[in-house]
């Protein structure tokens, strides 16, 4: 690890983007957050098209709970996963396409199919890696409670 701070886990000096290709440092993008929510997701998967609205409004609320999203793409091209957040996305960040993060939190949380949402603390520990069921069942409010408890 050497002298990153642990509490960034995964993403310690890793930049984020944001739809319109702006990049931001993970250390600030997530500054104040208590959780993230590793969205492993891909524009030409219908099970995710379909869920990424939903998450669209559930982050409304959750990113003022303490909740940042970060989106790992399964996307083909660049192209493809930057017209993905533009047309359906929450205002929240992605590992930029291409990054060897992305492959490596893949493999970390064992990610067999999508879309799945990995909720985890700051340092890496896994809340749960069912957030997306928790996000189509419960209110942002009760979903991120219990994500804390």
Same mark, same amino acid.
């Given at each position: 690890?050497?002298?990153?701070?642990?509490?960034?886990?995964?993403? @310690?000096?890793? #930049?984020?983007?944001? @739809?319109?290709?702006?990049?931001?440092?993970?250390?600030?993008?997530?500054?104040?957050? =208590?959780?993230? @929510?590793?969205?492993?997701?891909?524009?030409?998967?219908?099970?995710?098209?379909?869920?990424?609205?939903?998450?669209?409004?559930? &982050?409304? *609320?959750?990113?003022?709970?303490?909740? *940042?999203?970060?989106?790992?793409?399964?996307?083909?091209? =660049?192209? %493809?996963? %930057?017209? &993905?957040? #533009? *047309?359906?996305? $929450?205002?929240?960040?992605?590992?930029?396409? $291409?990054?060897?993060?992305?492959? *490596?939190?893949? #493999?970390? &949380?064992?990610?067999? $199919?999508?879309?799945?949402? /990995?909720?985890? #603390?700051?340092?890496?520990? /896994?809340?749960?890696? =069912? $957030?997306?069921?928790? /996000?189509?069942?419960?209110?942002?409010?009760?979903?991120?409670? %219990?994500?804390?408890?």
């Amino acid at each position: 690890m050497g002298n990153q701070p642990t509490t960034m886990d995964s993403l @310690a000096g890793v #930049k984020l983007a944001k @739809a319109d290709g702006s990049l931001v440092e993970a250390e600030k993008a997530l500054a104040g957050k =208590e959780l993230i @929510a590793y969205y492993f997701s891909g524009h030409w998967c219908p099970p995710c098209r379909r869920f990424t609205p939903m998450l669209k409004t559930f &982050y409304q *609320e959750a990113s003022a709970l303490g909740v *940042e999203i970060v989106f790992v793409s399964s996307d083909q091209s =660049e192209e %493809a996963m %930057a017209d &993905y957040m #533009k *047309e359906s996305h $929450g205002d929240w960040f992605a590992v930029p396409y $291409g990054e060897k993060t992305a492959e *490596e939190l893949s #493999k970390k &949380y064992d990610i067999a $199919g999508i879309p799945s949402l /990995v909720v985890v #603390k700051l340092d890496g520990t /896994v809340v749960t890696k =069912e $957030g997306d069921e928790d /996000v189509a069942d419960k209110t942002p409010a009760d979903a991120v409670k %219990a994500w804390k408890a």
